[in-house]
């Protein structure tokens, strides 16, 4: 680590100032690019008891100051499973833990229970090589001091992945599935140009999804109400209970992101008035993310509907780039939503766990460029459209 930067660890991100962090965040002002690691994000999930005691997920925030002033954060936890993190390490606790090793506690830098790629090494524009240097140094010095197993940094930016490689950390590569926005005027623009087949097939299931007695708003600012939230709990709870066996987010967050609602877009679908379907997405700068969904009542194709054509829509009509609709889904590359590369890296203390790692992860690389590739050919789109 650079002799010059001091790198200080807390357990409660109340304790570093909203204005350090964010300056380091979220230095382009305005809307933020990264919404996930704004300080009032990560404080929400802290203070509402998503994550911190008896979660799995307790925090250690970096913060690396030069001579007093904060020039790099980054958002670090010390985990006690492997929950909530979407770039699976189970097989690598297994196989360590049943080879003698401790796998657990490990430590992650990373937004909890968040799928979406961002900046993780949150350093003040211009100093993107001292600050990441020191974060990343600073990670792994830290873990051989508490005799923890490893460091993950997941979903991070590429550049972020190269800087890990090069201060020897292991690369790893997954995907995701995007809608990318081609300068659309409107969805029977981003319709034209799909073939006919597939353009054919999503209007039929639009309109499919649209006739289940009722009407589909969209919701931000102001016209989200405190029962909208009350409705969406609802939703939540059904879908984290079968996805994950309990809800990982508390009901005081979706309170806490009441006050946030000028970042959030909420799609309901309502019969009678009553919410009976919802899809909650945080707006950024550049991109709608696709976060969460759920129902009480089951209407053909009202999910793709709500989650990814809604998504489509708002994003077109708002300017952005790309609508990011969370982790997994091959079901979504009919819609529209195109293979992506995700980027982490980790920190693997012991020797031997970490070659083991390193030869999956070579394998690995190549088979998801090679699914990427595949994928891409099978999409929905017509082979002579322009690029």
Not at 80 to 102: I, M, P, T
Not at 153 to 168: K, L, N, R, V, Y
Not at 181 to 197: A, E, I, K, V
Not at 331 to 357: C, E, F, N, Q
């Amino acid at each position: 680590m650079d002799q010059g930067v001091e790198i200080t660890l807390y357990s409660d991100i109340s304790e570093i100032s909203e204005t350090d962090w964010n300056a380091c965040a979220c230095p382009e002002g305005g809307r933020a690019l990264d919404p996930f690691t704004t300080h009032r994000f990560l404080a929400a999930l802290e203070a509402s008891g998503s994550v911190g005691p008896g979660t799995g997920w307790d925090a250690r925030h970096l913060v690396a100051k030069i001579e007093g002033r904060v020039i790099g954060v980054a958002p670090l936890y010390v985990k006690s499973h492997s929950q909530g993190e979407y770039v699976f390490d189970h097989g690598w606790a297994d196989a360590f833990e049943r080879a003698g090793g401790r796998y657990y506690p490990k430590l992650q830098c990373a937004v909890p229970f968040t799928p979406v790629t961002g900046r993780r090494l949150l350093v003040l524009p211009g100093l993107e090589e001292i600050g990441r240097k020191a974060l990343l140094a600073g990670m792994a010095q830290i873990a051989e001091g508490a005799g923890v197993s490893s460091v993950h940094m997941t979903f991070c930016t590429q550049p972020e992945m190269e800087a890990a490689d090069d201060a020897g950390w292991l690369a790893r590569i997954g995907q995701q599935f995007h809608w990318i926005n081609r300068g659309y005027g409107s969805f029977d623009d981003f319709l034209g140009d799909l073939s006919s087949r597939k353009r054919k097939a999503l209007r039929k299931e639009r309109a499919r999804a649209q006739d289940f007695g009722g009407q589909i708003v969209q919701l931000t600012g102001d016209d989200i109400r405190p029962e909208h939230w009350d409705a969406f709990w609802t939703f939540y709870q059904d879908t984290g209970s079968r996805k994950w066996g309990r809800p990982y987010l508390t009901r005081a967050f979706f309170d806490a992101l009441h006050e946030m609602r000028d970042d959030v877009l909420l799609v309901l679908a309502l019969r009678d008035g009553r919410p009976i379907a919802g899809a909650l997405n945080i707006i950024g700068r550049e991109a709608l993310f696709g976060r969460y969904w759920g129902c009480i009542e089951d209407h053909s194709y009202l999910h793709f509907e709500l989650c990814y054509h809604q998504a489509v829509d708002w994003a077109i009509a708002h300017g952005l780039q790309r609508v990011e609709a969370g982790a997994q889904g091959e079901h979504k590359l009919a819609r529209g939503y195109l293979p992506v590369p995700t980027y982490s890296a980790h920190w693997i203390g012991h020797p031997g766990l970490r070659h083991a790692i390193a030869d999956y992860l070579e394998g690995e690389r190549a088979a998801v460029d090679q699914d990427i590739e595949i994928l891409n050919e099978m999409g929905p789109f017509r082979a002579n459209r322009e690029p």
